[in-house]
């Protein structure tokens, strides 16, 4: 009995010393945390276009696809800028003006509904000479990031003024300088110039010293249209030559040049939905001859849509705003 009750005593301290390794040796499950909440994109409204139709403005509601015109008349109207804030547009336009002569463009502002139509300026020259009335180059207004400037080439001259009209400013003079453009913390202003070329380049300006910054080095391409990207990055224009024209993209300091469209005929690029998209304007054969329409793309130049069909130039993205229904355009000309 003794021995049994021996073995009955080793056995229970046995067991529970067994018991204790096991549970020192066991770890506790971990449970995985649950997998993050996705966060959605967010979905930017496709906004409209304004853009330039037989010879007047129209806006273009892309995703209902309607057309509303927002000038007409016997004048002719140019180069569209739409405000940050998807507002007002900036233009070249010839209709008269009482202080000047008739078919003297001048720079114009219209509301996004086609109200509001006033002069900004009243040269008594033409602010856009007849050479610069080239869709290639396509030298369209250029609004400061607040909203508050409107700046433009005159003669080859960069000029800034309120947009009210008033305080002009002489920003740039003597480069032979189109096409402004500004950088999205204002801070540096784009245009181009043949000053030292045959041919456009692009130079930049910081508009805190006035320094100025060669940024292409093109000798047998012009490039037209430029623009920055929505975040400063990039810079978007076409490169043309003769009866070829191209969109292209760079970094902003003038690297990685890369080619966005093949078919040689497209022109007038701008971002559109932020940076998520692109138009730009392309010609078309028809049996009347060729014809410019508006074009959509992704960013990379791919999956290219037409958006319109009766023609198209020159065009500028608004953000999507709150728009009164369509009624008449604004009558302008004589």
Same mark, same amino acid.
């Given at each position: 009995?003794?021995?049994?009750?021996?073995?009955?005593?080793?056995?229970?301290?046995?067991?529970?010393?067994?018991?204790?390794?096991?549970?020192?040796?066991?770890?506790?499950?971990?449970?995985?945390?649950?997998?993050?909440?996705?966060?959605? @994109?967010?979905?930017?409204? %496709?906004?409209?276009?304004?853009?330039?139709?037989?010879?007047?403005?129209?806006?273009?509601?892309?995703?209902?696809?309607?057309?509303?015109?927002?000038?007409?008349?016997? &004048?002719?109207?140019?180069?569209?800028?739409? &405000?940050?804030?998807? @507002?007002?547009?900036?233009?070249?336009?010839?209709?008269?003006?009482?202080?000047?002569? &008739?078919?003297?463009?001048?720079?114009?502002?219209?509301?996004?509904?086609?109200?509001?139509?006033?002069?900004? @300026?009243?040269?008594? @020259?033409?602010?856009?000479?007849?050479?610069?009335?080239?869709? $290639?180059?396509?030298?369209?207004?250029?609004?400061?990031?607040?909203?508050?400037?409107?700046?433009?080439?005159?003669? *080859?001259?960069?000029?800034?003024?309120?947009?009210?009209?008033?305080?002009?400013?002489?920003?740039?003079?003597?480069?032979?300088? $189109?096409?402004?453009?500004?950088?999205?913390?204002?801070?540096?202003?784009?245009?181009?110039?043949?000053?030292?070329?045959?041919?456009?380049?692009?130079? &930049?300006?910081?508009?805190?010293?006035?320094?100025?910054?060669?940024?292409?080095?093109?000798?047998?391409? #012009?490039?037209?249209?430029?623009?920055?990207?929505?975040?400063?990055?990039?810079?978007?224009? #076409?490169?043309?030559?003769?009866?070829?024209?191209?969109?292209?993209?760079?970094?902003?300091?003038?690297?990685?040049?890369?080619?966005?469209?093949? #078919?040689?005929?497209?022109?007038?690029?701008?971002?559109?939905?932020?940076?998520?998209?692109?138009?730009?304007?392309?010609?078309?054969?028809?049996?009347?001859?060729?014809?410019?329409?508006?074009? %959509?793309?992704?960013?990379?130049?791919?999956?290219?849509?037409?958006?319109?069909?009766?023609? *198209?130039?020159?065009?500028?993205?608004?953000?999507?705003?709150?728009?009164?229904?369509?009624? $008449?355009?604004?009558?302008?000309?004589?």
């Amino acid at each position: 009995m003794k021995m049994d009750r021996s073995y009955l005593s080793l056995a229970l301290v046995l067991l529970f010393l067994g018991f204790f390794i096991g549970s020192a040796g066991c770890k506790k499950k971990e449970v995985p945390p649950p997998p993050p909440v996705p966060t959605p @994109t967010p979905v930017i409204p %496709m906004g409209s276009l304004v853009f330039v139709q037989q010879g007047h403005l129209a806006r273009l509601d892309i995703e209902a696809k309607q057309v509303v015109p927002l000038t007409s008349g016997k &004048s002719m109207e140019w180069f569209p800028a739409v &405000s940050p804030d998807g @507002t007002k547009v900036a233009y070249w336009s010839n209709a008269q003006i009482k202080s000047g002569p &008739s078919d003297t463009y001048n720079l114009w502002k219209i509301n996004l509904d086609g109200t509001g139509r006033v002069a900004l @300026t009243e040269n008594d @020259t033409d602010a856009l000479r007849t050479e610069d009335q080239n869709l $290639l180059v396509n030298t369209s207004p250029a609004w400061s990031p607040d909203g508050a400037r409107i700046f433009y080439s005159q003669a *080859g001259d960069i000029w800034a003024i309120d947009v009210d009209g008033f305080n002009p400013e002489s920003i740039l003079m003597g480069k032979e300088a $189109l096409c402004p453009a500004l950088s999205p913390d204002g801070k540096t202003l784009l245009f181009i110039s043949r000053l030292e070329d045959q041919v456009f380049n692009l130079w &930049s300006m910081n508009l805190s010293d006035r320094s100025l910054k060669k940024v292409t080095e093109y000798v047998d391409w #012009n490039v037209g249209s430029p623009s920055y990207s929505p975040d400063g990055s990039k810079i978007l224009f #076409n490169l043309y030559r003769s009866n070829t024209t191209q969109v292209y993209t760079i970094d902003a300091g003038g690297t990685n040049p890369l080619n966005l469209t093949s #078919n040689n005929r497209s022109l007038s690029p701008r971002f559109a939905v932020k940076d998520r998209r692109l138009v730009y304007c392309s010609f078309e054969t028809t049996a009347a001859g060729d014809l410019l329409n508006l074009y %959509m793309a992704n960013p990379n130049g791919t999956e290219p849509k037409a958006l319109t069909t009766a023609g *198209g130039t020159s065009p500028s993205w608004a953000p999507s705003v709150p728009l009164p229904a369509a009624g $008449l355009p604004t009558p302008v000309g004589k």
